[in-house]
């Protein structure tokens, strides 16, 4: 079972929502920024791909440069 929020738990409680009610709400306000790091790690590994892919972006345009460089030029 996961961490709940008691405070959250005793609003619910004192505002008569049923025990299952009132704990599951908890529960789910208790979770909610686990939402957002999961987020937030794959952004962390997008931004990492992304680096990869300019560093091979640039170094094949510099290579068709220097080959076009070399054929054209007499």
């Known amino acids: 079972m996961s961490l709940m929020m ?3 738990y005793d609003a ?3 505002a008569n ?6 704990r599951a709400a908890a ?7 686990d939402r957002f790091n999961n ?3 794959r952004l962390d590994v997008m931004k990492a ?3 990869l892919i300019k560093w ?3 170094l094949n345009t510099a290579l068709c440069v220097g080959i076009l460089a070399r054929l054209l030029m007499p």
């Open 27 to 33: 529960q789910d306000i208790a979770q909610y920024d």
């Open 12 to 14: 619910f409680r004192s």
């Open 17 to 22: 929502v049923p025990d299952d009610k009132a």
């Open 6 to 8: 008691g405070s959250v």
């Open 39 to 41: 987020v937030e790690r």
């Open 49 to 51: 791909d992304m680096t």
């Open 56 to 58: 091979m972006v640039g």
